[in-house]
Structure formats: structure tokens, C-alpha cells
């Protein structure tokens, strides 16, 4: 069953669907009238398959003596041990990732930066804040419905996230659910927002956490409901290495559980591009720690 923090989207089989894929070989100018009436682009294979899968052994394999993996298998695959690692360990070795070179080339990848300039008609500016994320299988936990520019607000709403893959990573796995047509509902629920905050301070007004949002800053972690209160549907994929999903920052997303019966960890990661000659958002320009409360 498709679950995310307790609650069961497969039951409702009426609110679920597919994203569309896109080929990144097509037009840009076809791809972003795509994106403008989707508010996503699933770029099939726009990356090397094998430089993702690189970067995937080579993550898994710098957490090789916390106990975090299952013994005898290659770090790619990722198979979780089903113990409790070395949680101390386990955090050091993922906030040194975050400030690899290797990674902040991952990041930077040509047809990555080729993308976002010949949309965006410019030089572009990748933020500092990159999120690096693995999930274990039956973390209940997962990622609430929310839409970005709740937490970027202090620059320009024309910032876009890139969510790739890192490796392959089918339902099972628990990959990222948008939630279709919602782009314009998650603008609309920001123009309210921005009138409540009216009154706030200029830090409370830009923050994810103030007396006008949840505490978490998502809008809720109750998926089905959501989809049924829009009359909407929650879209899932199959994602693959070498994929990348872009989104605006308006578009309400989340994450399902992983279940993937191999015991494989979901590795994936998120990153931000923008105009560089738009306002940026200072408070991203620090590398992410998981409590960082942004």
C-alpha cells in the first residue's frame, strides 16, 4: 500500500495518477510551456545514468563502518541493514557529504546548468543550501504536503527546485507525490498568506514557522484528504537514475513511505536554481543541516 505518515493513498485508487514524462530533447520553449501549465517537468535520462549511480556508491560507501549498511553487498545498491546505526557517525559522514566537492559537482552538472539558463534566458545561481537525503525502509516518516516558497520567501518566487534521484527509485521506494493542478492553488493560499502576515515583522513575515503557518510550516501530513478537499490526485512515478523532476515553487508536493521489498535506501537530493540577477534568499546561503529551521 502507497502510505505517508499513517495515512493510506491507495485507497482511494481516484486520487492517484501518473506524472508525465518529458524528454529534455525536445524544445525548450515546448518544455517550459509544459512546465507554466503543469507547474513540473519530468526530465527522462537528462543526466548520466552511470555518473548518478557513481555518486550513489560512493555516498553509500562512506557510511560503510556505522552500521547503517547490510554487509556483503555493493554500496550501490544500498541495502539498509535493518539495525540502528551509528547515529553520531552517521550525521558526521552526511554533513560532510553536503560540502563535497563531488557533490557540488553533482550539482553543477552541465545539462543541469544548460537547462535552467536556456529557459531562464540567463546566468543562473544555484543555492548554497542543498539538501541530501537518504530514507531508510519503514521510516514511518515522510515529507507532509508543502510547496517550497514557504520556506524561501526573503528572495524571488521565481526560484525553481530540482529534485533528482539517485538511483532508481520506484513507488515502492517512496519517491516524491505532486499533487496535479495545485500550482495555482499553492499561489492562490500565498497571496492569503502574505495578507495575514501583513502585520508580522519583516523576519516572521519571510519565516516558515510563523503565528500564521503549522508548526512544521507544511500544510498538512493527512495526503487523501488534501487530494479530496482540491477533488484532485496525487501523482507518483517511477523514477530512474539519470531523471530529474523540476518544480515550481508553488506546486504542492510530498513523499510516501519507502517499502521497497529489497530493503533498498532511497537517495535523492534537492537543490534550488534562479536567475542569479533575482533577489536571493541570504538565509540559503549557508550548506543544510537537517535542524537548521529553514
Known sequence: PLTSNGYTLSQAPNR???LTPSDPAQPRARLWEQFQAQGYLWLKGILDR???LAFRRRFFAAFQDTGLLAPGHDPVEGIWSGEEEDKAAARR???EAVRWAAYEAFCLAPPIIRFYEEVLNGPVYLHKRKLLRYTKPSDPNATGAHYDLTYLRGGTDRVYTSWIPIGDIPVAMGGLLYLEGSDAWGRRMEAELAAKNRDLSPEERI???NRNMAQSGWITKD???LADRL?????MADYE???MVVHSAYMIHAASMNVDPEGRMRLSTDIRYQLVSD???QRWANDWAPDDRL
Do not use: K
Not at 477533488?231 to 501523482?235: A, F, I, Q
Open 279 to 281: 533577489p536571493i534568499d
Open 241 to 243: 537514475a539519470g531523471d
Open 93 to 95: 559522514i552526511l554533513m
Open 223 to 225: 495526503l487523501p484528504s
Open 207 to 209: 519565516s516558515a514557522y
Open 16 to 18: 492517484l495518477g501518473w
Open 50 to 52: 552511470a555518473e548518478v
Open 231 to 235: 477533488d484532485s490526485r496525487w501523482l
